[in-house]
């Protein structure tokens, strides 16, 4: 085992990933659907009902359509962080992460990969309706495409590292579609995707609460910062210690001697 094999490891890993998503075309449309129909129908109406909004880092006041854009590609991430762990269940129960997990490399490694590789994916999806966005006419400043990178990662592994989490506690690939939806919808509408913090405190002082406490906010509003040249340490900090909170407790359920794995038998059942 040298660095070679592990890069090796990391490649067929990725490649794979990238292989099943580029053959499951409707996943990719599926994964920009959902945010573009909030851009296109759901923006036009609630500007006028919403009005504009003025927080940061925006420096004047700006259209709804241009303050959920940030939202929209952490909800593209959650999504399909969500999808990638519906693999890791598919993939226990034919047998493939079966011969994954026993292969010579530490797990934790292998976990990472898949991570990694989850995180990539959902990146090219966020660039591909960032750009239709930015045709659109919601269009953040450049060095903002590539300032957000770094906290596209952080997101990616955190909330793939949930999803991974999630998937040790289903044996049937049928029962994570509703556990899906008990993560993926409460995470998303309650936290600052949709609408600022302080107009969800105006409204309902209990659901600001609940979205203060979201870990999902935070990394939007890292996202949203990051975007537009500007870069939120408390937003950042949460992101990325949730996001290394669920990737060892990920790492400890996948532990067959430990985890969650062993009390249902083994990966595979």
């Given amino acids: 085992m040298n660095l070679a094999s592990y890069g090796h490891c990391l490649r067929g890993v990725v490649s794979r990933e990238l292989l099943r998503f580029v053959h499951q075309r ?20 609630f500007r006028m009902a919403l009005g504009v909004a003025m927080t940061e880092p925006y420096q004047t006041y700006v259209l709804y359509e241009v303050y959920i854009v940030p939202g929209l590609v952490g909800m593209i991430q959650l999504f399909n962080g969500m999808q990638s762990s519906l693999s890791m269940v598919y993939d226990r129960e034919m047998g ?7 292969s010579p490399f530490p797990r934790w490694y292998l976990l990472v ?4 590789a989850g995180t990539l994916v959902s990146i090219v999806q966020v660039y591909v309706f960032l750009a239709i966005a930015y045709l659109y006419g919601v269009q953040a400043p450049l060095a903002g495409y590539v300032l957000v990178l770094p906290a596209l990662v ?22 994570f ?3 899906m939806n008990f993560v993926i919808f409460p995470m998303f509408f309650l936290s600052s995707a949709l609408y ?26 890292m996202i949203r910062f990051a975007m537009y040249e500007r870069f939120h340490v408390v937003a950042s900090s949460i992101s990325l210690v ?9 790492i400890l359920a996948y532990n067959p ?5 062993a009390r249902k038998g083994g990966g595979s059942e």
Avoid at 113 to 116: A, D, E, F, I, V
Avoid at 242 to 250: E, F, S, Y
């Fill in 257 to 261: 001697a430990r985890g969650m794995m």
């Fill in 154 to 175: 952080v997101t990616g592994f955190m909330v793939g590292a949930l999803g991974m989490l999630l998937s040790t506690f289903v044996r049937q690939l049928e029962n």
């Fill in 196 to 221: 600022p913090l302080w107009r969800i405190r105006e409204g309902s002082y209990l659901v600001y609460q609940i979205a203060a406490l979201n870990p999902f906010t935070y990394a939007v509003e």
């Fill in 113 to 116: 990969c898949k991570l990694l």
């Fill in 96 to 102: 493939s992460m079966r011969v994954l997990l026993v």
């Fill in 242 to 250: 949730t996001a290394l909170v669920l990737l060892g407790l990920a």
């Fill in 26 to 45: 409707s996943r990719f449309v599926a994964a920009l659907v959902r945010p573009l129909v909030w851009l296109f129908v759901f923006a036009a109406g």
């Fill in 177 to 179: 579609a509703g556990i």
